[in-house]
């Protein structure tokens, strides 16, 4: 059933229809902060143990394990960057596909619900990876704390 914007009412309509995607734009955006603050400290700390590693007289296999860990913990957090990224993209595309629907009188509705699926694909992917970078964090301090007996 379309929804034709020749009132207020239907105006209503189309704008409350736009608020559960913006709010999930707007959640996406703190993980976002959250996951883009972590990814900057693990590089900084990579570049760290990088000079470490340059300028050891001695080779030590524990310090490149750590390098290794937080090497994958970079990756994952840009991978876990990009899919809430993406989620952002989708939900802001389905919002431009309600007002679609509602403007243009098109029947677009299993796009709309494409593109939510996709978008909590995409934030479920990115939380997963945010997780398991949480997990090589704690495995980087046991070996940290491995290096240091």
């Known amino acids: 059933m379309a ?4 009132n207020l009412e239907a105006l ?6 736009s608020i559960s995607p913006v709010a999930l734009v707007s959640g996406v955006g703190l993980l976002i902060l959250s996951q883009t603050n972590r990814f900057s400290r693990v590089t900084d700390r990579l570049r760290e143990l990088a000079h470490d590693r340059a ?9 490149d394990r750590q390098i290794e860990i937080f090497l994958q913990r970079a990756r994952l957090l840009r991978l876990a ?8 993209l989708f939900a802001s595309v389905m919002v431009l596909a309600v007002f679609a629907i509602a403007v243009l009188d098109i029947a677009a509705q299993a796009l709309v619900l494409l ?12 939380v997963l990876l945010f997780l398991w970078d949480m997990h090589l964090s704690l ?3 046991e070996e940290s704390l491995e290096n240091q007996k």
């Open 3 to 6: 929804v034709h914007i020749e």
């Open 12 to 17: 209503t309509r189309v704008l409350q229809a």
């Open 55 to 63: 300028t050891a007289v001695a080779k030590s296999p524990g310090l």
């Open 81 to 88: 960057i990009g899919a809430a990224l993406l989620c952002a």
């Open 115 to 126: 593109l939510f699926a996709c978008s909590l694909v995409s934030l479920i992917c990115s």
């Open 139 to 141: 495995k980087a301090v």
